[in-house]
């Protein structure tokens, strides 16, 4: 431990700390994989695009437009938050959680309520779910919660306490309703939980009452549309029209993939628009389509490039709530990646969670963007001995 | 700056790290397992192309029902009355058709079909179902235009023109109420019926019997395989999976020639008397079978299977007189004297009057200080029972129903299968009503008043019964008191001849009076037509049992006079010529022939129904003597004169 405790030079003023940091320390791998794989996600909108309209993909007003300003904003927001003093976050994470609460109570109240849910809200004629925002800024508020605690998590009651923070977040994301969200917040505190070095034994127990709570969440909180979908997937084919329809259009598209696939903009199913939200939930499909085992390999491989580029930061950081926030937006990426694909792939079940970077949808990229950018910013201010 | 090392805050805990690596790799790499699996060892884990809907992609094997042909319906000497003809559906499948084009698409099928614009929109927005299920949106389009759009089906995307069978009802109006019509399956009736396999676009029967033997009629849908294009388009038939099941048909108990005998006959006594709604039911009273069952006004059962119009609808919707009623079992209405039956028998089964044994009729019965008139205001004297249902006596029956009170007489009136449905297989039949101490206890709060008792001795007051539970009354009496749950439907036929269903007659109960109360109210019957109280009835070459009704209901008009109906019941003798028979004997329980005519406010100077009765039986027995009195029709108050 310390054996020299030697304190930072005062941060002297806002200049200071945009400015006096250590750009060497700028993590380049973690933002070269973003960018590409961000560049796959517009890849993949543009192919959405030609398949609803089949020529003029650049012209204004196109998921392939909206794909390209949602990409500039996400690098403006992350440029920011790298440049952004993280510790200030630290600081300010519980007006940042009433924030978060009162925007999701914004969306419940304004959200434009087509079809069944309320989780979207307009801005500017941007579509935007704030739900994507709330993740991160969960994120943000356990890590100050759990880095507070940091060395008592053996405790029940910092668990229970850690808990107590997701709860109104969580229930005011499943009243959108927007069970997917919900599941990432879940996994997301699963996940700060145990790197955190929570008691095994506690974390075992919570999974335990979770998992006996299932069937009371089964018969009162889900909507018959929901258990459709998480069911269908076992047997798509008992409704080959209905709720099994989506997947077996999917996996039929995977299957058609083979090893290099059909070709950017020449997927049979993608190209007649056969897959719904094929632009969204599903492009994982339109992906292994078109671009086959070979694509989809690579952007494994690149996601598993950034999670390493982010748990490295996590376990270089010297400060616990460093490590609290890669642990956070690591477990936010792998949950989302494993429940996306899975569902492509027929073995979880139909859940609204976007795959990062790929889905088409600004919120998710911004949210990621502002994740990392804070990773970075963490990256750039654990100063080293230089002797 | 100094450039020392800010001190490790927190425990690392390399495990943890190294564990979520684990599961990191370990998920990444089940993920391409799968997608190993299903990209690259050719079989998918699971087979997901051939259940797909009509598929947009390429060259397509689907799956589609192959519709069943519902069954016929023939009358009982297998006349087909029902069949199916080849009609043009045309129907949009909502997936098909891009939001961009729906406005054209719309537009032209509006002008191609000759129907306005929103009501396609709606039609399409108001289906049920999946948005890969078509939506009929024009049924019966004439060949030329369904030809028209299905070779245009480029600019037509998500339009399909199918070739479905069409109900054709051969007779037209004249089975309408019995038989039914098929419609459009509607969203409560497909939510119940999914689970039998029926399909958003099908045509159930609504009415009739088309209604109460659907399962039978319907059949069963097979599976076939079919390749398909990009656009939808059936390329050929690759196989078929289950072969589809035609429905079973229907052999009607209905005579069609009897149904339009009856029909005819009561046609002219509704055109002369001016009176717009009846019915007339012939029963065979030895099996409960219907012969025929005409209900006025009807209208075209071929309006629905081709697709009516709103306007259609509403107009028969609001129609006054009831076009969608049958009135015959649905029309309740106070039955009038021919519910003398019911207080005469009570009265000789429970000893109350012996069959000899003579009461005096009168102007009037007093009953504090109301008096209750006899038709005629005077009376014939003494009476035995015989006379007075022949003179259909008032002041005889209040007196009989006094004799019996109105627990007896409401327990024979449901003897008589009077105040509840028959079961007759046809739906929406109305039960009628027997009051009773208890009944009037419930729904108004009082017991029955001595003067109401008068009343329902005479068919009067609360007294309320269908034509079909009066001919089924007379059925029981001409066949010796038992009563038959009448049938429409004799048997049920598989498509290969076998019969599935044979007939059986249905026994309600054997009502409980010994057979000489029958015997006596038989000869009681036949001496109401004996005794001229039916003018010339008595003179057909045939020998004829029945009783008159005329049931007042209403509002008094402006001379205080109220409207009335006229009821004739009766029924004929096996032995039915007068030249075999001259005595006019009806003690045998052998008829063969029991019927019932109603007219809804008649409102003529004779009885209507009598009248239409004595046509009727004149037709049936192809007597060419014709005794029909049209004066009797004249349009009049037969109480006009005033009491």
């Known amino acids: ?387 | 700056m100094s450039v020392l090392q800010t001190p490790v805050t927190h425990e690392r805990r390399p495990v943890r790290f190294v564990v979520f690596a684990i599961v990191t790799v370990l998920a990444l790499s089940g993920l391409t397992t799968r997608l190993v699996a299903m990209q690259l060892a050719g079989a998918p884990a699971r087979e997901p192309a051939a259940a797909l809907a009509p598929a947009l992609v390429g060259r397509q094997i689907v799956t589609e029902p192959v519709p069943s042909t519902r069954g016929l319906i023939y009358d009982r000497a297998k006349r087909l009355l029902v069949e199916n003809v080849p009609t043009f559906t045309v129907s949009v499948r909502p997936a098909d058709l891009p939001l961009s084009q729906r406005p054209d698409v719309i537009g032209r099928l509006s002008g191609l079909l000759d129907i306005a614009a929103t009501t396609i929109t709606e039609t399409i927005d108001g289906a049920i179902g999946s948005r890969f299920d078509p939506v009929a949106i024009a049924h019966d389009v004439p060949e030329q235009t369904a030809r028209l759009i299905s070779e245009d089906s480029l600019t037509l995307p998500g339009v399909e023109v199918t070739v479905d069978a069409r109900r054709d009802y051969l007779d037209g109006p004249l089975f309408t109420q019995l038989i039914g019509w098929t419609g459009s399956i509607d969203a409560t009736a497909y939510a119940s019926l999914k689970s039998q396999g029926y399909l958003p676009d099908d045509r159930i029967g609504k009415a009739g019997v088309e209604s109460v033997y659907e399962s039978a009629l319907r059949g069963m849908y097979g599976v076939r395989e079919v390749e398909k294009d990009g656009t939808g388009r059936t390329l050929r038939v690759l196989s078929t999976t289950t072969t589809p099941q035609a429905g079973d048909s229907l052999i009607l108990t209905i005579d069609s020639r009897e149904q339009k005998l009856a029909q005819q006959a009561l046609d002219w006594g509704l055109k002369l008397s001016g009176a717009k709604r009846g019915a007339i039911v012939v029963e065979n009273p030895q099996t409960g079978e219907i012969l025929a069952m005409v209900s006025a006004p009807t209208y075209d059962a071929n309006l629905f299977s081709r697709g009516i119009s709103t306007a259609d609808f509403q107009k028969l919707l609001l129609d006054k007189n009831l076009p969608l009623m049958n009135h015959a079992i649905g029309d309740i209405q106070p039955p009038g004297s021919t519910y003398k039956l019911v207080t005469g028998s009570g009265v000789l089964a429970d000893k109350k009057l012996g069959v000899t044994e003579t009461v005096l009729s009168k102007p009037y019965v007093q009953l504090g200080s109301t008096l209750f008139w006899e038709w005629n205001h005077a009376g014939w004297g003494p009476l035995d029972i015989k006379d007075g249902f022949a003179h259909s006596s008032d002041t005889f029956f209040y007196q009989m129903a006094q004799r019996l009170g109105i627990a007896r007489l409401a327990y024979w009136a449901r003897q008589y299968g009077f105040g509840q449905t028959t079961g007759i297989d046809l739906p929406a039949e109305a039960g009628g009503l027997v009051p009773t101490d208890q009944w009037k206890l419930e729904t108004l709060g009082q017991t029955i008043f001595p003067g109401e008792v008068l009343q329902a001795g005479i068919g009067q007051g609360y007294d309320l019964a269908t034509p079909l539970q009066l001919v089924n009354a007379y059925a029981a009496l001409a066949n010796g008191g038992t009563l038959y749950q009448p049938q429409v439907v004799r048997e049920i036929v598989s498509p290969d001849g076998t019969v599935v269903r044979p007939f059986t007659p249905k026994v309600i109960r054997k009502i409980a009076a010994p057979s000489w109360v029958f015997t006596t109210m038989r000869e009681a019957a036949r001496r109401v037509i004996t005794s001229r109280h039916t003018y010339n009835f008595v003179d057909l070459p045939i020998v004829v049992a029945g009783k008159t009704g005329t049931a007042e209901f209403g509002l008094r008009d402006k001379n205080g006079v109220l409207p009335y109906h006229n009821w004739f019941a009766g029924f004929t003798p096996k032995n039915v010529w007068t030249k075999d028979n001259p005595t006019g004997d009806v003690s045998k329980p052998d008829s063969q022939l029991a019927f019932a005519v109603f007219i809804y406010d008649a409102g003529t100077l004779g009885n209507t129904a009598t009248e239409v009765a004595k046509y009727y039986l004149q037709l049936h027995y192809g007597i060419k003597q014709d005794l029909r009195l049209p004066q009797l029709l004249e349009r009049t108050n037969f109480y006009q004169g005033g009491r």
């Not at chain 1, 949602?70 to 790298?82: G, S």
């Not at chain 1, 994982?284 to 989809?296: T, Y």
Request: net charge neutral; aromatic share 10%; glycine share 10%.
């Open chain 1, 1 to 387: 431990m310390g054996v020299l405790r030697v304190e930072r030079d005062a941060p002297t003023g806002i200049a200071a700390r945009v400015g006096g940091v250590a750009w060497r320390d700028f993590d380049l791998q973690l933002f070269v994989y973003a960018v590409l794989l961000a560049t796959l996600g517009l890849t993949m909108a543009y192919s959405n695009t030609a398949a609803q309209l089949g020529g003029d993909v650049a012209q204004g007003g196109t998921t392939f437009v909206r794909g390209l300003v949602w990409a500039v904003v996400a690098l403006v927001a992350f440029a920011a938050a790298t440049a952004f003093d993280y510790t200030w976050l630290k600081a300010f994470s519980w007006p940042i959680y009433v924030v978060n609460l009162a925007l999701l109570v914004a969306s419940l109240v304004l959200g434009s309520s087509d079809a069944v849910s309320a989780r979207w809200v307009s801005i500017f004629g941007l579509q935007f779910q704030f739900s994507e925002i709330a993740k991160i800024l969960m994120i943000v508020v356990l890590a100050r919660y759990l880095a507070d605690h940091d060395r008592r998590l053996d405790s029940l009651a910092a668990i229970v306490g850690a808990c107590l923070i997701v709860i109104p977040p969580w229930i005011l994301v499943l009243m959108q309703p927007d069970l997917g969200t919900s599941l990432v917040f879940i996994a997301v505190l699963v996940g700060m939980l145990f790197m955190g070095g929570a008691s095994l034994r506690w974390l075992g127990a919570l999974a335990a009452a979770t998992l006996a709570a299932l069937p009371l969440v089964w018969t009162y909180v889900l909507h018959d549309y929901q258990k459709e979908r998480l069911t269908s997937f076992l047997d798509p084919a008992k409704d080959p029209l209905g709720a099994g329809f989506q997947l077996l259009t999917a996996q039929h598209a995977v299957s058609d993939g083979g090893w290099l696939g059909a070709g950017l903009t020449n997927g049979a199913q993608s190209q007649s628009n056969l897959l719904p939200v094929q632009a969204t939930d599903f492009v994982f499909a339109v992906l292994a389509e078109e671009l086959g085992f070979i694509g989809c390999l690579v952007v494994f491989l690149l996601f598993a490039a950034l999670l390493w580029r982010i748990l490295t930061i996590a376990w270089r950081s010297r400060d616990p709530f460093g490590l609290m926030v890669g642990a956070g937006v690591a477990s936010m990426i792998l949950f989302q990646i494993v429940v996306n694909v899975g569902m492509v792939l027929g073995v979880m079940p139909i859940t609204g969670i976007p795959l990062p970077f790929i889905t088409h949808g600004g919120a998710s990229l911004v949210s990621i963007a502002i994740g990392l950018g804070i990773l970075q910013s963490i990256a750039m201010r654990q100063q080293r001995a230089e002797w």
